[in-house]
């Protein structure tokens, strides 16, 4: 089983404040619902990660459909919230990690990782008219090196390691390369 991981705890400090509950013009939810609900209509099982205390976004995340975790040391960065929620998840086959703030990013591009993990890719990315995004996908021999990760990173640096050995999943989704920094973002709806 391949499970998705939704990174929902970050501070937003570029956004000004709660960017995941920003609603999303013409998708029926917020920023981190809508970005919740296509990761798990990719994937049933999806384990999100949010900030402590962040009851509204926990619950909003959880009627989606994910199991939702709080990671005390969010503070820490994004590096140590992915490593507990994979940590949460550690008997899957794999994870398809995604960033809660790219809510235009299709159903169909998350299976398409996964169903490359699935079939023996160690790590696998989708490419939009030559540019990786997101999400990414990791095969189970990435495990230790997902759990040893801490502080603001992520997973950029396992992904760098494989280097030309990422398996390259090309899709025709512009949603795969955009997110949302500032309010101005949420103009324009899907690309």
């Given amino acids: 089983m391949i499970a998705g991981i939704l990174l929902a705890a970050g501070r937003a400090s570029r ?7 920003a609603p999303l013009a013409g998708e029926g939810g917020s920023v981190g619902v809508v970005a919740c609900r296509n990761l798990v209509a990719a994937l049933p099982y ?11 976004l926990a619950a909003a995340l959880q009627r989606a459909g994910a199991q939702v975790i709080a990671c005390p040391d969010a503070d820490r ?34 299976r398409a990782v996964a169903a490359a993990v699935a079939a023996g890719a160690e790590v696998a990315a989708p490419f939009h008219r ?3 995004g997101h999400p990414v996908g990791f095969g189970r021999v990435c495990l230790p090196a997902l759990l040893a990760l ?16 990422v398996r390259r999943i090309d899709v025709d989704d512009p949603g795969c390369l955009r997110d949302v920094d500032r309010p101005a973002d949420l103009e324009g709806g899907r690309a």
Avoid: C, N, Q, Y
């Fill in 46 to 56: 999806t384990v999100a990660v949010v900030r402590p205390g962040d009851a509204e």
């Fill in 150 to 165: 801490a502080g603001d990173e992520g997973a950029r640096g396992i992904v760098a390691a494989w280097g030309g050995r």
């Fill in 130 to 132: 030559g540019a990786r």
């Fill in 77 to 110: 960065g994004m590096g140590t919230s992915l490593a507990f929620a994979v940590a949460a998840a550690h008997t899957a086959d794999g994870w398809v990690v995604a960033l809660a703030d790219m809510p235009w990013v299709g159903p169909s591009t998350m």
């Fill in 15 to 21: 956004f000004g404040g709660a960017k995941l509950a």
